[in-house]
């Protein structure tokens, strides 16, 4: 509007004025209401920008009209009937009366007339409809709306201007030969055309001013049409964007003359980016004068392509916003068999590199190291490099689209808009759930290609039939894809790998069944091997229940195969839902390595840690405290946090936190957890950290015994022996509010941890593992300081330089994925929100390897001064003694 | 050490010269002249001999007493280093420290050269050799206690625990809240 952007947001209760030239806020004003209801913004387009207009806003169940320049609230209106919905705000550019059209229930047309002065209610008409309303409304002219009634097989034509409401049906079947089934209207704002979207066509149907319909045009491909735009004075237009086989057809037509096409364009899409969702309209003034288009397409994988005189000027992966899966993947390794030519090139560049490190090198060949830098750029690589740095991240978004992202410099190795997970006859609306690991191959890595595994479902239900799609890293292909028999509720990556080096997956439908994939007779052997060993648990929620089960040899249901086992239920821990709700439920990753069992404390001492990979944590709060902060006082609420065995269903740690709540967000790894939460009675948010030791093999502290192999620390350790465990907990307060916590991790698990805390501010904080040490004290002893423990504090310091971001920011940021890396000291961090950052990080600095900026040439100088030297004082010494004999 | 080597073998050298070229040869090629009785002569050379047998024994086991003792002079030398080196680990202490468990150890693996050149029949060598390994020994000691000052020594559980893998799970659990 003008130079100021109105923006309504927080369900309608906020309208906000910007200025467009700076993005400033000019005003901002609260709409109260009695009720919740959809929102709605009209702003009057006659309105030029000195002027005062008001703004219409219906929000909260009721209109309410605000003023232009500065944002006050001119008149409200509330209407008598709370479930009235507006479906359209309507205004003359001349009259004084605004009309307010909207249904009441589902059969109900409502009409309202009000004085756009005063906000006074003139008339209100109202007519009900026997066949009810579907919904969509599409305003074809300033007094008529098009409907579909219930059974979207009939237009219903309203015309409300003359202050009685009729209606006229028409038959989509009069207007369409074959029409079965159920239409839909498009969303669309032009004047006297409307389409119909039915199974096999769009049809573009056009209103006569008595209200006649005809059928202007049929499409049989998939068409998605854009709002009208002016273009000039009353002239408007709208694009229209239809597929052919691989390309796109850009037609943009004026209103009232469908035959004639202002711009007539045939894209080529080179990619595959699935079908147009939708098209917005731009126009420009050509140098002669003549109007020219341009529009901007979002397509079915979230991408945005601008389209101007047949070309695609720009385009962007906005499905990269929504990641919804993150897993890597090994890249390919470096192939043996080299050319001479290659061979020698390699020899010149190297010579070119050492001439400049030992600064002997001109200016010319200084550019042709710069140029060789930048050509073959040693972390863009597509092969694997010894440490481990290059890989590639594997990302599902929300669209269904699958991108590979090369960790180096970030760019889109390839990309994959996955069929199975695209809109089908079987699969309405499927959704994608995750990607895992599927094959890696370690024996035979030179010809097997790395895969992964995207899981789906049908519909974002749970119930709904999994999807199985299989992808090749190396090349992006997908390998094969299939629909499930059984719905998804949990997907269980086992610690097996068949021959070829697949991995085991244990799929749990909503019935507590569970799967087996892959399905071959040698997976289920393998599976059986370990069969009485595997359990897994389900957290409900809702019930406030959290249960054990083993499995079943047998499928209970119809389905009986050989690769479907049933569960038993073997314990679960009932929390009582007046006093608790589970709000957090989190374990340690699967893959995570520990390095040893053992921790040595001051003194030489050992304690043993308890590293369980079947614990569980669990944070619930009470009813009363799990909304917002401040929305319960610190008597009424608290937190209780809770480890638990998920084997047994034992409670290993329980602690309650009294004026505490959620939300939690906490890290486990090795023998610790750490998590992050409000105090109430503080006023600060805290983070606590609890440590879990093993009390069973605490004894073994006799160094003979050990040395000679007489102790239990290697034997196998069960959940059914009930080791005994300790547990040491301390609290912190922490200045900032969180949005996701995650751990680093390392290829052998010896470096020191750093956690990395995702920030309100959508930066990534990370804090080394020490200040979250239960074992801090306010006056360490000498040899405790020499374990490396800090002086406890109550808060927790933020040094700025450990924002791994930096100054940048993780627009949006979601969550935080680390990988090891084939080095031990360095770790891969992934993060992604709206935004995506990678980075590499050395916790304990890089101890095993040599700093980028070491002097190769110095060591290379030296070592040869060395030899020169021992070979002189060599001769000189053999001259010596022959002199010293012929003495 | 080297330099009582080097007086002792000398004087051999010297002690033999003097009983081969003067007395041997002349008795066999050139009669006695008249009046000299051999006998007493003999007798005579014989008991300056033995005396100085017995006078070249005695010196010989009271070099090889000095030999044995030297160690413990080297002893005091290395406790002194040690002390001024200090406990922590660092260059300097470490070098220190282990010439100091390497000098022994050469010394006892060169026990019997070093006492070669005092080897006599008459001269009893087995009690200066225990001394000299004895003496050696404690500097050892001397030096492992050291190196254990130092914290080098694994002598606690936890130098022997750290470098074990986690134990082994029977059972394998996963699970969690519903996939949405």
Same mark, same amino acid.
């Given at each position: 509007m003008g130079k100021y952007l109105i923006t309504l947001s927080s369900e309608g209760s906020i309208l906000r004025a910007w200025n467009?030239?700076?993005?400033?806020?000019?005003w901002e004003s609260f709409l109260q209401g009695p009720s919740d209801s959809k929102s709605f913004l009209f702003v009057p387009?006659?309105?030029?920008?000195d002027e005062d207009n008001t703004i219409l806003v219906f929000g909260k169940g009721s209109l309410h009209a605000v003023s232009?320049?500065?944002?006050?609230?001119?008149w409200k209106v509330d209407f008598p009937d709370e479930s009235f919905e507006v479906q359209e705000v309507i205004q003359h550019h001349d009259s004084n009366i605004i009309y307010v059209v909207g249904f009441v229930g589902s059969s109900q047309f409502d009409v309202y007339q009000i004085n756009?002065?005063?906000? &006074?209610?003139l008339k209100h008409d109202s007519a009900a409809f026997d066949g009810g309303f579907s919904g969509e409304v599409s305003l074809?002219?300033?007094?008529k709306l098009v409907v579909l009634d219930a059974a979207r097989s009939t237009l219903l034509t309203i015309s409300f201007q003359k202050g009685e409401i009729s209606f006229q049906k028409t038959y989509i079947s009069d207007l369409v030969k074959g029409f079965s089934g159920m239409a839909m209207i498009l969303p669309s704002k032009l004047t006297g055309l409307f389409a119909v979207k039915t199974i096999t066509a769009t049809t573009f149907i056009s209103m006569s001013s008595e209200g006649q319909l005809e059928v202007v045009d049929k499409i049989n491909h998939a068409t998605v049409i854009s709002d009208a735009l002016s273009?000039? &004075?009353?002239r408007q237009a709208f694009a229209l964007v239809q597929h052919g086989d691989s390309d796109i057809h850009l037609n943009v037509k004026q209103n009232h003359d469908w035959?004639?096409?202002l711009l007539k364009e045939r894209i080529k899409l080179?990619?595959?980016?699935?079908?147009?969702h939708r098209v917005f309209m731009n126009n420009y003034v050509r140098t002669d004068k003549s109007h020219g288009f341009r529009a901007l397409i979002v397509m079915e994988d979230h991408s945005l392509l601008l389209l101007q005189q047949g070309e695609i000027v720009w385009s962007r992966e906005? +499905?990269?916003?929504?990641?919804i899966g993150v897993t890597t993947s090994e890249l390919p390794v470096e192939k043996e068999g080299v050319s001479v030519a290659k061979v020698e090139q390699n020899l010149f560049e190297h010579m070119l590199k050492v001439k400049g490190a030992l600064m002997l090198a001109s200016a010319e060949d200084l550019a042709a190291i710069k140029g060789m830098g930048l050509r073959s750029s040693e972390k863009s690589k597509m092969t694997r490099d010894h440490n481990g740095?290059?890989?590639?991240?594997?990302v599902l978004t929300k669209s269904g689209k699958l991108f590979a992202l090369h960790t180096?410099? +970030?760019?889109?190795?390839w990309s994959l808009l996955l069929n199975s997970l695209r809109q089908s006859e079987a699969c309405e609306n499927p959704t994608g759930i995750n990607v895992y690991p599927w094959q890696v191959p370690h024996h035979h890595a030179m010809d097997e290609n790395p895969s992964v595994l995207v899981v789906g479902r049908?519909?974002?239900?749970?119930d709904a039939l999994g999807i199985f799609s299989f992808v090749?890293?190396?090349? +992006?292909? &997908?390998?094969k894809s299939f629909g499930l028999d059984h719905s998804i509720a949990q997907v269980i990556q086992l610690p097996f790998t068949d021959s070829t080096e697949q991995h085991l997956h244990l799929l749990i439908d909503t019935s507590g069944q569970a799967h087996l994939y892959p399905r071959t007779p040698e997976a289920v052997a393998i599976f059986q091997l370990e069969f009485s060993n595997i359990y897994w648990y389900s957290v409900e929620a809702d019930n406030g229940v959290i249960k054990g089960h083993g499995l079943k040899s047998?499928?209970?249901? &119809?389905?009986?195969?050989?690769y479907c086992f049933g569960s038993r239920e073997v314990w679960s821990i009932v929390f009582p839902l007046e006093t608790e709700k589970i709000i957090t439920a989190i374990t340690r990753k699967s893959n995570e390595v520990v390095h040893t069992q053992a921790k040595v404390v001051a003194d030489q001492d050992v304690m043993y840690k308890y590293i369980s990979k079947n614990l569980l944590f669990v944070a619930t709060v009470s009813p009363k405290a799990s909304?917002?902060?401040?929305?319960?006082?610190p008597e009424e609420s608290h937190l209780v946090v809770y480890v638990v065995?998920?084997?047994?269903?034992?409670?290993?740690h329980r602690m309650n936190h009294h004026g505490s709540q959620g939300p939690v967000h906490a890290v486990f790894s090795e023998n610790w957890i750490v998590y992050h939460h409000f105090s109430l009675r503080a006023h600060r948010y805290e983070m606590t950290v609890i440590e879990i030791y093993d009390?069973?093999?605490?004894?073994?502290?006799d160094v003979w015994k050990i040395v000679l192999g007489k102790?239990?620390?290697?034997s196998p350790m069960s959940s059914y022996s009930r080791p005994g465990v300790t547990t040491k907990s301390q609290s912190y307060y922490f200045t900032q509010s969180v949005k996701a916590i995650s751990v680093t991790s390392t290829a052998k698990g010896i470096t020191s941890k750093h956690l990395l805390i995702g920030t309100i501010g959508d930066q990534v904080l990370a804090m080394d593992k020490r200040f979250f040490?239960?074992?801090?004290?306010?006056n360490p002893t000498q040899s405790e300081k020499e374990e490396g423990i800090l002086p406890l504090t109550d808060s927790l310091p933020i040094i700025p330089?450990?924002?791994?971001t930096h100054a940048l920011k993780v627009e949006g940021l979601r969550g935080i994925v680390t990988v090891p890396a084939k080095l031990e000291s360095a770790t891969l961090v992934f993060t992604h929100g709206v935004d995506l950052f990678f980075t590499r990080l050395a916790p304990s600095r890089t101890y095993d390897s040599l700093t980028e900026d070491f002097s190769y040439a110095l060591l290379l100088i030296t070592i040869v001064a060395l030899l020169v030297a021992i070979f002189v004082t060599w001769v000189l010494s053999e001259k010596k003694d022959l002199s010293d004999k012929w003495r | 050490m080297d330099k009582g080597k080097a007086v002792m073998g000398s004087g051999r050298r010297w002690a033999v010269d003097f009983t081969d070229n003067s007395t041997l040869p002349s008795s066999r090629d050139i009669p006695d002249p =008249?009046?000299?009785?051999r006998a007493s002569q003999e007798q005579d050379d014989s008991a300056v001999a033995k005396q100085k047998k017995d006078a070249e024994a005695n010196w010989k086991a009271q070099k090889a007493w000095e030999v044995a003792q030297a160690p413990f002079k080297n002893l005091l030398m290395m406790g002194f280093m040690m002390w001024m080196a200090g406990? $922590?680990?660092h260059l300097f202490s470490i070098g220190i420290t282990f010439s100091a468990l390497w000098q022994p150890i050469g010394a006892l693996q060169g026990v019997g050269k070093v006492f070669e050149p005092y080897k006599?029949?008459?001269?009893?060598l087995l009690v200066p050799k225990l001394v000299f390994i004895a003496l050696n020994l404690g500097g050892l000691a001397l030096g492992i206690w050291k190196l254990n000052t130092l914290g080098l020594? =694994? $002598?606690?559980a936890s130098d022997w625990v750290s470098s074990l893998p986690p134990a082994k799970e029977v059972e394998y659990s996963r699970g969690g809240f519903p996939l949405l």
């Open positions: 467009l030239p700076d993005g400033q806020m000019w387009t006659s309105s030029k920008a232009s320049i500065h944002g006050d609230i001119v756009a002065k005063n906000g &006074e209610l074809v002219s300033k007094a273009f000039s &004075e009353d035959s004639s096409d080179n990619q595959q980016r699935g079908f147009v906005d +499905g990269l916003a929504s990641v740095f290059r890989k590639l991240l594997i180096g410099d +970030g760019r889109i190795v049908c519909k974002p239900s749970s090749d890293t190396y090349t +992006g292909k &997908e390998l047998n499928c209970d249901g &119809e389905v009986a195969n050989n909304g917002d902060i401040g929305s319960a006082t065995d998920t084997v047994t269903g034992r409670i290993l009390q069973s093999r605490a004894d073994n502290k102790h239990n620390l290697t040490d239960p074992r801090r004290s306010l330089q450990s924002y791994v | =008249p009046g000299f009785s406990n $922590t680990v006599d029949s008459k001269v009893d020594l =694994p $002598t606690h």
